[in-house]
């Protein structure tokens, strides 16, 4: 069974064969997928459900007539192997950890910018973020001139997402994305196209499907990638023949960078600017706007808005709303570069946060 299941984790179909069998030379061979047997002999690892609960087993996966339809997908579009898929899914744990990590939030919690700054803008993080500047110079200054991308910015992003390496998950990532893609309805759609493509990417890269860890939601290596932004916008920036996010501080800058720059990264524009305003009552049409940029600094004076900083005239903007729990919001203006951090982490906090910490980065540099 090892040997047919070892296929999994290698490209299915056709044998790779040029530059591809070069850069895959490169790498040590694949370990067998674990059995059954093997799974869960040994200990769970942190932030990886308890295989034995009644919860988790009722039903192995490879039983459920969604996974098997899914596995004919893949079989159909893919060229995989579906006796191999279907022996993959009885070897996943579905993981609640998982699924309790991604509900909401409670009706009653209120979000509060000041808190959350706090948490990513620390002592620990500004000296780690700088010992890493340091350390990478050489690769951020390389992906700038690339990709446009100031060195700050993406060392912030690495900062604020795993703290330079030291936190990128535990969870196995082939269970939490299958978990989330058939028992989480909330967000299935999204869950299952990245069981998709990590599918893809371990075949593509020659990994074992279960080797892989990550965070709660499947997202892997020092910049924190799903799957699918790995296959679509991580770069081999080192020139070593391989794109190597969980170890390669190289490719994991490079590949920030490239999603940045692919999603609208303006070189030398402003993230945001200091606002002012007349009355808070008038900002609810702003705020409803979203934080899509699309206001020029003229027309954002109709609403009783204007910039503490110098603005050029055709520069589109969006009010940032910034909640504080019970005390006033934080509001700034977002221009295109918000907006861009926005699409690595659909949040303006975490988009402020970024912004801010680089600001402090550049300032200690």
């Known amino acids: 069974m090892r040997a047919a299941l070892a296929a999994l984790v290698i490209a299915i179909a056709t044998a790779p064969g040029g530059a591809e069998a070069k850069r895959r030379s490169k790498r040590p061979a694949a370990a067998p997928l ?3 047997t093997t799974a869960t002999a040994a200990s769970p690892a942190a932030g990886s459900a308890a295989p034995t609960t009644a919860a988790t087993t009722a039903t192995s996966y490879a039983e ?8 004919a997908e893949m079989a159909e579009r893919h060229g995989f192997i579906e006796s191999e898929l279907l ?13 309790r990590l991604m509900a909401p939030p409670p009706p009653e919690f209120k979000r509060s910018w000041a808190a959350y700054r706090s948490r990513f803008l620390d ?17 951020l200054e390389l992906a700038a001139q690339r990709f446009g991308v100031p060195p700050e910015i993406v060392v912030a992003i690495i900062g604020v997402e795993t703290l330079y390496g030291r936190m990128t998950g535990n969870f196995r990532v082939l269970d939490v994305l299958t978990t989330l893609a058939f028992d989480y309805p909330r967000r299935a759609d999204y869950f299952r196209g990245e069981l998709e493509q990590y599918l893809l990417y371990s075949r593509e890269s020659a990994l074992d499907v279960f080797s892989v860890r990550g965070s709660f939601a499947g997202a892997i290596g020092l910049p924190q990638f799903m799957p699918g932004s790995i296959r679509r916008f991580a770069v081999d920036l080192d020139g ?58 003229t027309e954002l004076a109709r609403y009783g808005v204007s910039s503490a900083e110098p603005v050029s005239p055709d520069m589109p903007l969006a009010l940032v709303d910034l909640p504080n729990g019970d005390d006033a919001p934080s509001y700034y203006l977002g221009a295109q570069n918000f907006f861009t951090i926005t699409r690595y982490n659909r949040s303006s906090f975490y988009a402020m946060a970024v912004y801010e910490l680089a600001r402090q980065l550049a300032a200690r540099r």
């Open 34 to 36: 674990a059995t059954a």
């Open 64 to 71: 459920r007539p969604e996974v098997r339809t899914f596995v």
């Open 87 to 99: 022996e993959m899914f009885s070897q996943v744990r579905r993981n609640d950890a998982a699924m």
């Open 123 to 139: 002592p620990l993080r500004i000296r780690e973020g700088l010992r890493f500047w340091r350390e990478q110079d050489l690769w």
């Open 240 to 297: 070593d023949g391989s794109v190597e996010l969980q170890s390669n501080p190289a490719d994991a800058i490079g590949s920030v960078a490239s999603f940045l720059a692919t999603h609208g990264w303006r070189s030398g524009e402003p993230v945001r600017f200091e606002m002012r305003f007349d009355s808070e009552a008038r900002l609810a049409p702003l705020v409803e706007a979203g934080i899509r940029p699309q206001f020029t600094i």
